[in-house]
């Protein structure tokens, strides 16, 4: 081998390899950078998510007046606001009409919607998965299209006005139905296989060994049909015609539409409003996480 192919040979040896190695090194300056904006853009998204809830509380405090002036501070007018709503609406019938509708349809949807869901994925019929397909296809179907149908059958077994009105169309809620099928995919079916050797029935095995372990799931889909379920509106309003049947939804929608609506009674309601569903929301937090994931414990 000649000196001067030799040396070319060291050359490509000595010659960086990657991109890594002709990059010059990072400054202190530039790794501060990056979490800095990335802190910025965060706080940013949480003021802009957490103010209008800011507002709506600081405007429990402020005449109507203070609210359409835009005031964005605290005032002395809580009291005085409090007293207005309890006088303009029966504040415990609402809160009632609202509980109520709202705790048994998410107990029945739960039940039912769960029962489905399981029954979908641990058993097999040639017929399964084409019902499942027709059932996701109604989910296409605005739900402006079954109300005149729906409120005739409701009028046809003079449900009308009544909260069966209103629970019973939530029971067989389809996208429950799927989300507990799609849950119980992580199921370990040996748990069901153990369970009928000790002697178990389907129904013992459901309530004693299913609903435990899927725990997390029940918790997610709580939040989500609960939430849903309090803040109904539209079938509210159109089977519900008494003062005395109202929901909060309906009550709010009510003083918002006054000639002269009072804006700090109507933020004191919403306020009272929004308050079950932070609690129920912060109360299975850590469990709604982990069923969202598809976590099974």
Not at 156 to 174: D, F, H, K, Q, R
Not at 211 to 237: D, G, H, K, Q
């Amino acid at each position: 081998m000649t000196d001067v192919a030799a040396t070319e040979i060291d050359r490509e040896a000595a010659r960086p390899t990657s991109r890594a190695a002709v990059r010059p090194p990072r400054g202190p300056d530039r790794d501060r950078i990056g979490p800095v904006v990335t802190y910025v853009v965060l706080s940013l998204a949480a003021f802009l998510s957490v103010f209008p809830f800011f507002w709506m509380v600081v405007g429990t405090t402020n005449t109507s007046f203070d609210i359409v002036r835009g005031k964005s501070w605290f005032g002395d007018q809580l009291l005085v606001n409090i007293r207005n709503l309890a006088e303009q609406v029966d504040l415990p019938r609402v809160l009632f009409n609202s509980f109520y509708i709202a705790i048994i349809s998410t107990v029945a949807t739960l039940l039912v919607s769960s029962l489905a869901g399981y029954a979908f994925e641990i058993f097999r019929h040639k017929w399964r998965e084409r019902i499942f397909a027709a059932l996701l296809l109604m989910l296409s179907i605005p739900f402006a299209a079954l109300m005149v149908p729906l409120f005739v059958m409701m009028a046809g077994a003079g449900l009308i006005n009544t909260y069966a009105a209103i629970i019973l169309p939530t029971v067989a809620n389809i996208f429950v139905i799927f989300y507990f099928r799609q849950a119980t995919k992580a199921f370990p079916h040996e748990l069901r296989d153990a369970a009928k050797i000790d002697g178990l029935k389907e129904w013992q095995i459901f309530l004693r060994v299913y609903m435990p372990v899927m725990r997390s799931t029940y918790a997610a889909a709580t939040i989500i049909v609960f939430t849903l379920t309090w803040n109904n509106y539209l079938w509210p309003l159109i089977v519900l015609q008494t003062n005395d049947m109202k929901t909060m939804v309906l009550t709010i929608s009510s003083l918002n539409s006054a000639y002269t609506p009072d804006f700090g009674v109507i933020m004191v309601a919403t306020v009272i409003t929004t308050l079950p569903t932070l609690v129920i929301f912060f109360l299975l937090q850590r469990l709604f996480v982990q069923g969202m994931l598809g976590s099974v414990k």
